[in-house]
């Protein structure tokens, strides 16, 4: 019989900072879970995971620390290599793309396109520093928005308004290095054609979609890629951390980040085999037609795993003899957010898996993060949920059917299974129970569903608290022992399916579990059946999980519950406020900018004057839903210019804590050019 390979990656983490409770809930548990579980299901299983070490982000942390870039992956690849493991991650191998093994992969599929001649090459503008000799990456620089006139805005993409230009568009640009003023200069680059692949990209995600039941919020994604059309992508970029390109023509320039990172699966699959003394076996997860290749990602990395990484794996598969496969399902995740707000460490919201796991154990954050998990939608993690699951859910249920089972045997069984007698009725339902609850969780795991899995599991529990109570063994241990006797052990059997069905989840517990049932762990299916011969000396019981007190979470809640907001408000004179014209108009057109994600062009009236307004909107609005709308706009903003079209003033907008806009709107019969005061 030939075992089913699978083959599952989670996101590469970026090594430049520490990972929170937010990242662990997109891609790193589910993906854990899975593992697991399919592990006890038996199949032949590769995980692979590692940092993301490149990009101009590390430079500049680095810049900013006086230190090298390798201090500083070393230093937060080691930090999240401790936190994962402390979580229970059961990676195959985690790498890293500094690695030889990695640059070498990245080089070849770069090799492998350019010697295709698949790459379209041309000169772009781009700012220098003359002082630093370095062309400079938008990061690196700052000036004037050319939407709303912020000070201070980055080289690509402003604070203040949320506005997406180009470099070259900012006002009064300056060179982070030197303070220069940067000139533009031309810089010769390589790009992939990603609009080339457009029709067979839909062809795969339409075909993979509907076999393999991906999930609606990633398809929507996609979709909405497919249908503004893909564009090609540079593939390089002038910077010397990253991996070299393997041309002479080429020097002082790298594989920009999203070309080489997804590779790291590849690399960190061939380094795995390659330690295991089996260097070419990475080709049968791989180049294997029958492997299944399961991508777990966060939200924010979809396009990456759905369209950019195929695109590849598709160009390498039409120049090369050995054929990648695609993956088969990405199923994402969308956002954990922390408190009913976005995680910000840099203004004190949220918490690092490391300092977590200092304070509690890893198995009641596994379950409350998988119980509360974002799979379909974001989802919050509260301090007090996690107090109430870990209290009233593992402990309570959980831990409560395995403790009084265990000192009731040890109490009047000497610690050992018990022989079961004649069955009745409510024995017989409670098998039923045992032996139905692999089969139907383990279908919802199949399926990414932990949430419902999961409720599966603390299923069987329950039911085993409701067997206990109803057979009353207190009593029936005085009047008939058999009948006794007969509950314990099926108590005792259920116990033994729990602690190889929550696995998954509960890694750590499990393994505590079967120590203190002196049982060896068994495969998933096992776990239907009734395990423990009579006679079976159990080992010496534990109180599984402790009590978490009002009083700790009392302390983790203060932590942070200064409200951060209002700490840099500044008080203006009246004066200041009245120079602002505010006034109501009305939309009467609104239509998307081609090349933009977040901006809108309106047409607003004001009385009768007529005004186009670029407003950063597009993420939140349907352009056709606004028209007729009344808002508030400021009337005496000097015009900016923003992807060639000119802005003449800028519409009112809320801003929640997860960063989304809604317009500042006004009743229909408001007269537009009222002034707002
Ligand atoms: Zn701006």
């Not at 707000?341 to 203004?347: A, H, L, N, Y």
């Not at 998988?370 to 993690?381: L, M, Q, R």
Request: charged content about 30%; some cysteine.
């Amino acid at each position: 019989m030939n075992t089913e390979k699978i083959l599952v990656t989670s996101a590469l983490p970026y090594a430049n900072g520490p990972i929170h409770l937010g990242h662990l809930a997109g891609a790193y548990l589910p993906a854990d879970i899975y593992v697991r579980y399919q592990r006890l299901k038996g199949k032949d299983i590769v995980y692979v995971c590692g940092s993301d070490e490149h990009g101009v982000a590390i430079t500049i942390t680095a810049d900013k620390e006086n230190k090298k870039p390798k201090e500083i992956i070393d230093r937060f690849h080691n930090q999240n290599l401790d936190s994962f493991r402390k979580f229970g991650m059961s990676f195959d191998i985690y790498s890293r793309t500094s690695t030889q093994v990695h640059h070498k992969t990245a080089r070849e599929f770069f090799t492998a396109f350019y010697e295709a001649g698949l790459f379209r090459e041309k000169n772009t503008l781009q700012l220098f520093d003359e002082k630093a000799n370095k062309f400079l990456p938008d990061r690196y620089v700052e000036g004037i928005c050319p939407n709303c006139g912020f000070e201070g805005a980055r080289g690509d993409e402003c604070e203040n308004c949320s506005a997406n230009y180009e470099q070259t568009a900012l006002i009064n640009p300056k060179s982070k290095l030197t303070g220069e003023t940067p000139v533009l200069r031309e810089s010769y680059h390589w790009f992939f054609p990603l609009d080339e692949f457009q029709k067979r990209l839909e062809e795969y995600v339409e075909t993979a979609s509907k076999k393999y039941h991906w999930k609606e919020n990633v398809l929507n994604q996609v979709k909405s890629w497919f249908k503004d059309g893909l564009k090609e992508r540079s593939v390089t970029r002038d910077l010397d951390w990253g991996v070299s390109l393997p041309l002479e023509e080429a020097k002082g320039k790298v594989l920009y980040v999203w070309f080489e990172a997804v590779l790291g699966y590849i690399s960190a699959t061939k380094e795995l085999f390659e330690s295991r003394g089996e260097p070419e076996k990475w080709k049968e997860y791989w180049q294997n037609p029958d492997t299944r290749y399961l991508a777990f990602i966060g939200k924010d990395n979809i396009v990456f795993h759905t369209i950019i990484f195929p695109a590849m794996l598709m160009a390498w598969n039409d120049n090369r003899p050995d054929q990648y496969i695609l993956p088969e399902n990405v199923p994402a995740n969308e956002y954990l957010i922390f408190e009913g707000r976005k995680f910000s460490k840099s203004r004190g919201w949220g918490v690092y898996v490391g300092e977590f796991l200092e304070k509690f154990p890893a198995d009641p954050l596994r379950y409350c993060l998988a119980a509360n998990s974002p799979e379909t939608k974001d989802a919050s993690f509260y301090w007090k949920e996690f107090q109430m699951r870990n209290n009233s859910e593992l402990a309570d249920i959980l831990g409560n059917f395995i403790n009084r089972t265990l000192t009731f045997t040890s109490k009047n069984f000497e610690g050992a299974v018990p022989e079961a007698g004649k069955l009745e009725e409510i024995d017989r339902e409670f098998i039923e129970i045992i032996s139905k609850t692999p089969e139907i969780a383990g279908n919802l795991f199949e399926q990414y569903k932990v949430k419902d899995a999961l409720t599966e599991l603390m299923n069987l529990a329950r039911a085993g608290n409701k067997y206990f109570n109803d057979s009353e063994p207190w009593k029936s241990v005085r009047t008939d022992k058999e009948r006794c006797a007969t509950t314990i052990n099926l108590c005792i059997q259920a116990i033994y399916s729990l602690a190889i069905l929550f696995e998954p989840v509960l890694p750590f517990s499990s393994e505590r579990l079967l120590k203190i049932l002196n049982a060896e762990k068994k495969g998933w299916d096992e776990a239907s059946k009734l395990n423990l011969a009579a006679g079976h000396k159990l080992g010496k019981a534990e109180i599984l999980f402790g009590k978490i007190e009002d009083k700790v979470i009392d302390e983790e809640i203060a932590r942070f519950t200064e409200e951060p907001a209002a700490e840099n408000v500044k008080l203006i004179e009246y004066d200041d406020f009245a120079k602002i014209d505010l006034r109501v108009a009305e939309i009467y057109s609104a239509e998307r900018i081609k090349k933009s994600e977040k901006l809108l062009k309106l047409q607003v009236r004001i009385g009768k004057e007529k005004r186009q307004v670029v407003a950063g909107i597009a993420k939140f609005y349907d352009p056709e839903t606004l028209v007729g709308k009344k808002i508030i706009i400021v009337a005496n903003l000097k015009p900016a210019k923003l992807f060639g079209l000119e802005s003449q003033g800028m519409v009112l907008a809320a801003e929640d804590s997860q960063g989304k806009l809604q317009l500042v709107e006004l009743s229909p019969d408001t007269e537009t050019s009222a002034r707002v005061k």
